[in-house]
């Protein structure tokens, strides 16, 4: 369990095939203190940890998990939002996030608008009815509020505000327009979908 809150920005300094892929992801975390098993949201997604040094954390990232998220992601070089499992006590300063990739995104615009972005994502149909506006969706791992949401043909197309210091602080500073983000909804949008749809059979 996570909250959204990025912690580190990491950079993926080796990518091999090992069985799976074994990324190495290099960290200002004291390693010390992460355990072998422990869950890191690495851009969203919740990896474990079977590998550390001085440094350096390594997952192992398997076909099914390279499928269903971003484009390159994996790649060697790419920068990752890293943030630790939430510890019971711990503020949830974002809101709660399981680290399970609903489905990729599109960035489709990035402007500047005072001193923040705002960015404009497309998602598929799938996902258009747990998107709303002020609800919360996570971005490549960072929790965020949706300012405004437009229907489209194919799906939705949904607005955020990125101010400076969630820029300098997470890879949002490298957003370019095509590029794929891994989006997951709110847990709390999932129950109350399913619970609209149950009644509505009822």
Known sequence: MFTGIVTDIGTITQAHQQGDLRVRVSTAYDTDGIDLGASVSCSGVCLTVVDKAPGEIAFDVSNETISRTATDQWTEGRRLNLE??????????????????????????????GGSHRVTIAADKDLAPYVAAKGS??????????????????????????????????????????????????????????????????
Do not use: C, W
């Open 84 to 113: 630790r499992a939430l510890k019971l006590g711990d503020e949830l300063g974002g809101h709660i996030v399981t680290g399970h990739v609903d489905g990729i995104g599109t960035v489709v615009d990035v402007r500047e608008e």
């Open 137 to 202: 969706i996570t971005v490549d791992g960072v929790s965020l509020t949706v300012n405004d949401v437009a229907d489209t043909p194919d799906g939705v197309h949904f607005m955020l505000n990125i101010i400076p210091h969630t820029a300098e602080v997470t890879t949002f500073a490298d957003l370019k327009t095509g590029q794929a983000v891994n989006l997951e909804i709110d847990v709390l949008a999932r129950y109350l979908q399913r619970m609209e749809a149950l009644r509505a059979k009822a």
